[in-house]
């Protein structure tokens, strides 16, 4: 192989396929489009959700219930976790359960549940707490700082509302 034999054949500018053109040109009479059919035509253009006439994906699917878009969002957390992530005597902070991947993805309130034993002395504050996990936190000699949420279900409809 030379060292000129790289490039050859290989153009920067190559000229444009005329579609159309006669017999000759190799993409003449039908211009690559085949025979009949709806592609075929000109203007045709075709659905995103075409499926070759088939009953759409979308349609063969059975809808159930509905999401409401003005329900709160509640990331639970079990007792057991905290202890395991958390020392003695430290305070249970939203920001420190996301800092420790406790508390994932988006969510309204964060409410702690009782699954579990907790040994450790810890200040838990949450929005939310269950009776079981508010007796054990308490029996560990805790305490319990329940949090207002950012916005009422009323506000955040007020806001959805403004929005659209």
Not at 3 to 28: A, E, F, M
Not at 117 to 129: G, M, N, P, S, Y
Request: glycine residues 12%; aromatic residues 6%.
């Amino acid at each position: 192989m030379q060292l000129n034999d790289v490039h050859r054949g290989i153009t920067k500018h190559r000229p444009r396929k005329r579609i159309g053109r006669g017999p000759g040109s190799g993409t003449g009479k039908t211009a690559g489009r085949g025979h009949k059919g709806h592609k075929s035509r000109s203007g045709y253009s075709r659905k995103p959700n075409f499926q070759g006439g088939a009953m759409p994906m979308f349609r063969r699917i059975p809808k159930r219930g509905f999401n409401n878009k003005f329900s709160t969002d509640v990331f639970a957390v079990n007792v057991s976790r905290l202890s395991e992530a958390f020392e003695d005597g430290d305070t249970v902070t939203l920001e420190a359960l996301s800092s420790r991947n406790l508390a994932k993805g988006r969510f309204d309130e964060v409410k702690i549940l009782g699954d579990g034993e907790i040994t450790k002395k810890l200040t838990v504050q949450a929005h939310r707490f269950s009776k079981s996990a508010e007796e054990k936190i308490t029996a560990a000699g805790g305490t319990v700082e329940k949090l207002q949420a950012k916005r009422t279900p009323d506000e955040r409809v007020a806001a959805l509302k403004a929005a659209e």
